[in-house]
Nanobody, 122 residues
Framework: VQLQASGGGLAQAGGSQRLSCAAS????????MGWFRQAPGMEREFVAA????????YYAVSVKGRFTISRDNAKNTVYLQMNSLKPEDTAVYYC????????????????WGRGTLVTVSS
């Protein structure tokens, strides 16, 4: 599976941004999908995940209520809608896919995209 994240860039605190992750290769609908992020000097951390069907979603405490993960299996794409952005959301955001659902540890994900940088200014 090849993953390509897009939609990053500069945003103002309190603003919104939507990330997309397009998948190609194997059957997208058979994979759980996740978003992770990594700030400079920090470890990669879980942001959100969605089950293969899209019926179940999972969020990190730090983004719950502000971010929404969704997917369109017909378009082989997963999205991360980010609202009420904060400077601490600044990071490179990665999408990843897994044969299971709801994993929060990066090690359970099999394929990764290259990441897209989100910078939130105060």
């Amino acid at each position: 599976v090849q993953l390509q994240a897009s939609g990053g860039g500069l945003a103002q605190a309190g603003g919104s941004q939507r990330l997309s992750c397009a998948a190609s290769g194997r059957t997208f609908s058979g994979y759980g999908m996740g978003w992770f992020r990594q700030a400079p000097g920090m470890e990669r951390e879980f942001v959100a995940a969605i089950s293969s069907s899209g019926r179940s979603t999972y969020y990190a405490v730090s983004v719950k209520g502000r971010f929404t993960i969704s997917r369109d299996n017909a378009k082989n794409t997963v999205y991360l809608q980010m609202n009420s952005l904060k400077p601490e959301d600044t990071a490179v955001y990665y999408c990843a896919c897994s044969r299971g659902n709801g994993y929060v540890r990066p090690g359970f994900y099999d394929y990764w995209g290259r990441g897209t940088l989100v910078t939130v200014s105060s």
